[in-house]
């Protein structure tokens, strides 16, 4: 063996297990609830209600304690899945952002590293005016679909009897994926929706959600979380501030300006909070009212720009109808190159758009902010400390 000056680095096995993801994730406020560690558990044995309030996993087997997992522990190593899949778990930014990149982001990079920014737009009309922005995530989860990358995709639909209520879906044809466009801004844990592709026996899925849950395919190829990881082909990124509680419909909207959750048609949030009515009327609502009822599970997230998705998408920008697309892995640019060369989607640069460039700088700063001192330092490297009422920054 030849001597060099730099010796390598000392192999360590991974024990962490359910009693460390406990008392360093869900304990401290910094798990988002996006269920990486409920649907990758062998045992089956945490849980986690779909509703109001909770949105957080729990040990089912309670009699043993909130922390004790007995599959944990175990001759030889006992199982550590739930945090290899955890994109909250200690060095989650780095080891993302190693596997997908290569490397760690610059410390000025706030919105993480990529490839191409992007406008776009579906060119399917239906398409195009169903989606939230430009129906950009639409078209592409149909064109995977033509084009045998995927078999499905884990998406948020909503209940039969509310249309505002989000519910992870699976879903496997394009009128599905019409069927579930558009945005609800209240939580929805996509990664759920992956028992029912387990149960039609699909293994090529693409997961659509917000950055708390596209971070966790690749925590978990990082941390060789297995044949669980294997399914998640294609992470599509939604750029995200926040969610709120559902209780804003009746508590808010309802309660202060009389605008019924069954009466609205689609809401958008474009540094106000904005509301369509069936009856053609179209309100406006400061996001500062909206404030009380931001969704726990959001209040430490540091990750504005889904900075770990084969492509990224969000409504920033001068215009309503193009999807600010930020395309970040080579499976993602290979992707939206063949989708611009098949004409499904319309493509400019992002950077004609000045104002969405600014704001996306200026969120991903916002959001890092948050992000607690005692927790691992990397996703606060090279923050700039706040100026003045930065933190009121709108939330597009
Ligand atoms: C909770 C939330 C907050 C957001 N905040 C911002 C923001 O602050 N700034 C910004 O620029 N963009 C934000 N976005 C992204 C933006 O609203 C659009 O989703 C994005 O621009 C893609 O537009 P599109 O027309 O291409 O998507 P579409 O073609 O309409 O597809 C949207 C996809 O999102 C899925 N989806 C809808 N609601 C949810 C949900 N609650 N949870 C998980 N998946 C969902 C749908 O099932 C669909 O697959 C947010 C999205 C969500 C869901
Ligand atoms: S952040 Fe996600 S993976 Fe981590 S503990 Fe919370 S729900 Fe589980
Ligand atoms: S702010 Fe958005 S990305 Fe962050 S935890 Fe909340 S829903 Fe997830």
């Known amino acids: ?79 550590t899945t739930c945090t290899r899949a955890c994109p909250r778990f200690r060095q989650w930014e780095p080891e993302a952002d190693n596997h997908l990149f290569g490397r760690v982001r610059n410390p000025d990079e706030m919105a993480g590293i990529w490839r191409q920014l992007l406008l776009t737009r579906a060119a399917d009309p239906e398409q195009h005016e169903k989606g939230q922005d430009g129906g950009f995530v639409t078209a592409m989860l149909a064109w995977l679909l033509d084009n ?47 028992r029912d592709a387990k149960e039609a026996g699909l293994s090529k ?11 966790s395919p690749p925590v978990m190829w990082d941390r060789k979380a297995g044949k669980v990881s294997k399914p998640f082909l294609f992470n599509i990124g939604l750029l995200c ?9 009746p508590e808010l909207f309802e309660a202060k300006y009389g605008l019924k959750k069954q009466d609205m048609v689609k809401m958008n949030i ?23 009822w931001t969704r726990t599970g959001c209040k430490h997230c540091p990750d504005f720009a889904a900075e770990h998705a084969d492509i990224s998408t969000g409504g920033i920008g001068k215009d309503n109808d193009w999807t600010l697309t930020i395309v970040r892995t080579p499976l993602g640019e290979e992707v939206i190159n063949r989708m611009i060369k098949d004409g499904v989607i319309i493509a400019r640069p992002a950077q004609e758009d000045e104002v969405a460039m600014k704001l996306l700088r200026t969120l ?10 005692w927790a691992d330092g990397a996703p606060s490297v090279g923050v700039p400390p706040p100026k003045k009422k930065a933190d009121a920054a709108p939330a597009h």
């Open 205 to 215: 899925l693409a997961l659509v959600g917000m950055g708390c849950q596209t971070s």
């Open 270 to 292: 474009k540094g106000v909070f904005q509301i369509w009515m069936k009856d053609g009327s179209y309100h406006e609502i400061d996001l500062k009212e909206c404030h009380q």
């Open 1 to 79: 063996m030849t001597m060099t000056d730099t010796a390598p680095a000392a192999a360590s096995r991974w024990t962490a297990q359910w009693r460390e993801l406990y008392n360093e994730v869900i304990n401290t406020g910094l798990c988002t609830g996006c269920a990486g560690c409920v649907v990758t558990c062998p045992h089956d044995v945490i849980g986690y209600e779909h509703v109001e309030g909770k949105y957080k996993p729990f040990h089912l087997e309670e009699e043993l304690g909130l922390d004790n997992c007995v599959h944990g522990f175990g001759e030889g190593g006992g199982c």
């Open 148 to 194: 045998n990358y995927i078999e499905g995709a884990l998406v948020s639909g909503v209940e039969d009897d509310d249309a505002w209520k989000a519910k992870p879906q699976l879903v496997r044809t394009k009128e599905e994926v019409i069927a579930t466009a558009g945005s609800r801004y209240t939580y929805c844990a996509n990664p759920l929706a992956l």
């Open 364 to 373: 991903s700063i916002v959001s890092r902010r948050r992000w607690p001192e």
């Open 241 to 249: 501030s926040k969610t709120f509680d559902d209780a804003i419909f």
